[in-house]
């Protein structure tokens, strides 16, 4: 049984937060920039970066550290002790939001698990202009003006947060609001922030219980919220795959629909378009269907195989049609934590297709309730 290494990004905006101990109240433009440097402040986006790195110091050999060159993150991931990968180039001697754009979309093109970047609200928002909503990101707070709600309270706090994702533990996911100030306003004496957008933010997880009994999740409960988020996200003309199993049960009873409790469903526009459907039977439907298509699966509880037991149906052909994306996986939190920290398995009778399937996934456990969890493979 094996994982993938976790791929984690970092980016360094090396001028954030330059502003505050000069009394700037901010540090966008170049011009506050020289100021802040004239008054004798050191830059300290950089250690910063490096303090939320170095509680993974005994994990360095799990992760898989991508960064962009010099101040913007190698040079705070080789004082960790990492020895990173680094993309893309610099140009010239000073950075600029440009850098942080091109930075984010190069790394997220890469593959990434996690993109932790440094910086403030104004760096919060060059990464959601460079990658919207989608990608999970973690932000070190470095910056003046810290009204966005992706920071982690503490560099270290950031650190361990990582850590625990490396480690499997239950790790929420939430979109949290990307907010900046204006700073000629501020600086006038008004303050007046904008909403631009959210990101996909991981916060420490844990139970969330709809009802209390025994300290333990009521499953139907769950099942139910489970089903009813995933129902309301549904697409129109998009044929979703419903999988086996009494978790994926939930999502048909929800819908008002027929389930095959030991087979594969196929569902469009709310309605049942296929029943217990084989592979070669999916395949064909796929062949035909030029639109999107996802997979509704779960884990097998106490052993973890998301893929390859009880759902043979979704065949490599299906699953590369549906992509790695497009799958989405249910459970609840105490299915989750059942499997100690093991990962998910994949057993697609494609070793290619299973090492493509590794790495961390996005796990529906609740309504509007995710989790990022690894997924290994089985051999």
Do not use: W
């Amino acid at each position: 049984m094996s994982t993938s290494l976790f791929r984690l990004g970092l980016i360094v905006n090396p001028v954030a937060g330059v502003g505050g101990p000069a009394g700037l109240k901010g540090s966008d433009g170049a011009a506050t920039l020289q100021a802040a440097l004239a008054r004798g402040v050191a830059l300290r986006a950089g250690p910063r970066a490096a303090r939320a790195l170095a509680p993974l110091e005994g994990l360095r050999d799990r992760i898989d550290l991508l960064t962009y060159p010099g101040a913007m993150g190698e040079t705070a991931a080789r004082a960790a002790g990492f020895t990173p990968r680094v993309l893309g180039h610099l140009e010239g001697d000073h950075t600029a939001a440009e850098d942080t754009v091109r930075a984010a979309r190069l790394l997220c093109a890469a593959g990434l698990d996690l993109l932790v970047f440094t910086g403030g609200d104004g760096t919060a928002r060059d990464i959601y202009n460079a990658i919207g909503c989608g990608q999970p990101v973690l932000g070190v707070p470095a910056g003046v003006k810290m009204h966005s709600g992706v920071y982690a309270v503490s560099p270290e706090a950031a650190g361990e947060l990582v850590a625990l994702l490396v480690n499997a533990g239950l790790v929420s996911v939430s979109e949290q609001e990307v907010r900046d100030i204006d700073e000629e306003a501020f600086r006038a004496g008004v303050v007046k922030t904008r909403y631009y957008g959210e990101l996909a933010v991981p916060g420490i997880g844990g139970f969330v219980q709809q009802v209390k009994q025994g300290g333990r999740e009521v499953e139907a409960l769950v099942l139910a919220d489970i089903a009813a988020d995933l129902v309301e996200q549904m697409q129109d003309d998009t044929l979703y795959i419903i999988g086996p199993g009494s978790t994926t049960r939930a999502v048909m009873e929800e819908l008002g629909l027929d389930n095959t409790l030991l087979g594969v469903d196929v569902v469009q526009n709310r309605a049942l378009l296929a029943r217990d459907a084989s592979g070669p039977e999916l395949e064909n439907l796929l062949a035909a269907h030029d639109g999107p298509v996802k997979a509704v699966i779960t884990a097998i509880g106490g052993q973890g195989h998301i893929l390859g037991r009880g759902n043979q149906q979704l065949t490599p052909a299906v699953l590369r049609r549906v992509g790695r994306d497009n799958l989405i996986v249910v459970a609840t939190k105490t299915k989750i934590k059942g499997l100690q920290g093991r990962p998910l398995l994949v057993d697609s009778h494609d070793p290619q297709l299973d090492r493509d399937l590794a790495g961390y996934i996005r796990v529906l456990t609740g309504y509007r309730d995710t989790i990022l969890y690894p997924v290994g493979r089985g051999d």
